[in-house]
């Protein structure tokens, strides 16, 4: 079987299942990936609390929107109106659902909430408590959700959503332009330190906010107003995350996770962290605007960019590929050369394989083939699950055995780092016969 077939087939069997469990329970109207990826079993009472299906990470259901609404889409195109319809139903009531939780919270969203939207962090000792406000500053979750009302809105052709969509997204990434942004997660593996630190500007923001100036792009007539902002975001991340020439504790094209209030490279412990999955991630969704590009001022920074992403894609590939394991490093530091936390999340290899398909179309470039051939052998040999609907085990360790270490929520992916991913490659690896 090819890659291409590959591809296409986990599309649909992951997807199948995220239909199937949804369909399951008339009641519930959010996404339900509660699933353990190592066992293939549903989290049972016995498991910690945020496992359970009254936890809901809002983070989860802002990305299954906008994991929905790009299937239904991809879907659309291979005219399977079973899948389509099944999907748009799914994707109207989750919508809703989660809007009414919105409203009660005055426009926002929080990590986690309960199911009556009521919103959890976890405390000291690590039990859940509510809370009853949250910062002023935008969050991720108020990022993932407005992408997917915006991307919910555009395919269900509603109107009120897509506006809604709209004027939120657009205001999250004025707050991230201003540095008014305080993350929302909260930390379940001790060994990826991700708490909201005062004082510490991250580049996540400002990276996952390019995945929504590319989808403006794509689903809003105003383009123009998504183009610009999607220059601003590159432009700010060029400017403070990347070292663009070699010097004193830094390589050309490194990329650091963090800047201080000076937007120096944040020192963290004496470490200045580079996280080469998001650097890998950073290539691909910076792609999706440079290749979407109209305006003169964004095509002369097309042209720019053109001269120098391949070689920024083999250098941030060369620091986090761990090619005996197969799989992406959590951290690096750029300061000693070495390797932080060598824990292997399944997320950056799509999202490389994305970065890389991109990249080739962008530049032609036949390092960027190579990179990709190495990343799906890598997830469909040793991450991808043919026994659980084709889902990918979250974390594999230094020596490549499945670990349970939670990259960021408990929840399986809805489709969103895996299927998003390869959908947006997959005419690349068509094309070349992979």
Known sequence: MSYAEKIESLISTSMDEIIRRYEADKTYHFIDTKLDLMTGKDFSPEDAWYKQK????????GRAMESLAKHIIYFEEKKDR????????????????????????HGRLFFMMDTDGNFLRMDEKGNPQILENIPAESNYSDLFYSKGLLAAGAVLKNEKYFKRGKAYLKRVICDILAERFATDQQ?????????????????????IALSGTALGMACDEDIACWERRGKALLKRLFERYFAFEDKENFQKYDFWEAVDTAFA??????????????????????????????????????????????NLLAHLFEIGFAPAPGGVIKSFDLKSRKEVNTDMP???LPETIRAA??????????????????????????????????MAVQTRNSKGKAVSVIPATPDADPGYHTNMSLIDALAVVRALNL
């Open 54 to 61: 009254n936890i809901i990470f809002c983070w989860i259901q």
């Open 82 to 105: 079973s899948r389509v319809q099944k999907l748009k139903k799914i994707l109207a009531e989750v919508t809703a659902n989660m809007e009414k939780c919105r409203r009660k919270n």
């Open 187 to 207: 930390m379940f593996d001790p060994a990826n330190p991700v708490l909201f630190t005062p004082g510490k500007l991250l580049q996540g923001p400002k990276m």
């Open 265 to 310: 490279p944040y020192s963290d412990n004496g470490k200045i962290i580079c996280d080469p999955g998001h650097g890998l991630e950073f290539v691909g969704l910076s792609l999706k605007n440079l290749l979407s590009f109209k305006l003169p001022a964004g095509k002369k920074e097309a042209a720019r960019c053109r001269k120098f992403y391949a």
């Open 346 to 348: 399944w997320w950056s």
């Open 357 to 390: 398909a991109l990249c080739y179309k962008f530049t032609a470039d036949d390092r960027c083939v190579g990179i990709m051939k190495k990343c799906l052998d890598a997830f469909f040999g040793k991450y991808v699950r043919y026994d659980i609907y084709q």
